[in-house]
């Protein structure tokens, strides 16, 4: 296949996403300063920032004094310049989430499941977005994009297949039923933990990185695998089921339909179900009543004068930490994260044995060269996260992703 040509309009559109990308992740830096971040020649960073700035995607930040010169301005990509909501489906609840471009959050909702319907979550998601956008007091037109983090594997092709068997679904056109219930907004729809593994490498755990695994353990399990610094997806997307790697041949049922899997060893409902079965019928139920969050806080309080939940505790840090292990043979990284709501939980009680168990399943010489911590991001990772997929298109094309290009398209 011959070379695709590269035209003046390419290199000029890449100039842009280049700059403004420096700018977003390490601004605000003064012209001097990106063209040594950028490889840049001080002409090209002048006049693109130039354009950049008559664009509105970036502005001037104050200076800085230099080596005897006139002071430096500095610039930054523009916060105002529009806005961005992040959307976390979850298997009870949906969480909505606004920001302005630099990722200060300016509104939230939080909805309760009852119906867990493709129509019916795709419904509660285009309302939803309207009602945070308008209590915000933000104009409707300036959201740039909307993402929306799911559980289970996303299709990417013209419309986004979402593929759930955890909540029943199956090859849903979750994009299309949005705008059927009106949603008009540019729509960006990937997998919960691959939206959360974004948000913990640009602004969390993961940073300055380049080959991370970013687990995520909540009622499910998943990861998302970073190698040399892209998110690796698989032939359909589908790659970092971690959840669904056999931890026990023959084991636990799984909601997935299998024996054996991690999630139902290390995810909160296989958690909590491991509990309930091990203190037998005749003991109290410590946590009758709690939804899982504060099922499994009340389970590792619990461990403090139970010997079935410090025993329940310490099965689980030996699973997950034998789980981890297999991602460090299988993919040598230099870092691993844990989060989710339930691995934060895990972690900040359990982290030493989680280590431990970690370093006795895994190869010595990967192991030595990788560290575990946990992530910066609470319960908002995954809508964070899911916020960064438009703010990723904006970066890309270095323009509005609203609009057709205008000026790059004029440049012969």
Not at 159 to 173: F, L, M, N, S
Request: aromatic share 4%; with cysteine.
């Amino acid at each position: 296949m011959a070379p695709k040509r590269t035209t003046v309009r390419d290199l000029r559109r890449q100039n842009r996403s280049t700059l403004l990308s420096t700018l977003f992740f390490d601004g605000p830096l003064s012209r001097y300063e990106l063209s040594g971040l950028s490889g840049l020649s001080a002409a090209t960073v002048s006049n693109v920032t130039a354009e950049l700035v008559e664009d509105g995607l970036v502005v001037e930040a104050g200076s800085v004094d230099s080596d005897g010169g006139r002071p430096r301005v500095l610039l930054r990509v523009n916060p105002a310049f529009g806005h961005v909501v992040g959307v976390d489906v979850g298997e009870t609840g949906v969480k909505v989430e606004l920001f302005d471009l630099g990722l200060r959050q300016l509104g939230a909702a939080d909805h309760a499941l009852s119906v867990g319907s493709p129509g019916a979550v795709a419904s509660l998601i285009a309302s939803s977005v309207r009602d945070v956008v308008a209590a915000a007091g933000v104009p409707a037109s300036t959201v740039l994009g909307v993402g929306i983090g799911v559980p289970g594997t996303v299709e990417q092709g013209t419309t986004a297949v979402v593929h759930a068997p955890t909540i029943g679904w199956d090859a849903v056109r979750l994009e299309e039923l949005i705008r059927s219930a009106g949603g008009t907004w540019p729509l960006y729809v990937e997998n919960g933990a691959k939206t959360q593994g974004q948000a913990e490498m640009w602004f969390g755990a993961g940073r300055g990185a380049r080959h991370v695994v970013i687990a995520l353990i909540g009622s499910g399990v998943g990861a998302a695998v970073v190698a040399d610094g892209d998110v690796y997806r698989g032939a359909t997307s589908s790659a970092g089921e971690w959840g669904h790697t056999t931890i026990v041949y023959g084991g636990r049922p799984c909601r997935c339909g299998a024996l054996g899997c991690l999630e139902a060893y290390v995810g909160a409902e296989g958690i909590l179900d491991r509990y309930r079965k091990a203190r037998g019928r005749s003991a109290p139920d410590l946590l009758a009543g709690d939804d899982e969050q504060s099922a499994v806080a009340a389970l590792i309080a619990a461990a403090a004068h139970s010997k079935t939940a410090a025993r329940v505790l310490e099965e689980t840090a030996g699973y997950l930490g034998a789980g981890i292990a297999n991602l460090v043979n299988l993919f040598n990284p230099e870092r691993i994260v844990l989060g989710g709501w339930a691995g934060l939980a895990l972690g900040a009680h359990q982290l030493d044995a989680i280590v431990a168990a970690t370093r006795a399943h895994a190869l010595r010489h990967p192991y030595d060269q990788t560290t575990l911590t946990v992530g910066h991001f609470g319960p908002d990772a995954v809508a964070v996260g899911a916020a960064t997929l438009p703010v990723a298109a904006l970066l890309e094309g270095a323009a509005d992703p609203r609009k057709p290009t205008t000026r790059t398209a004029d440049i012969a």
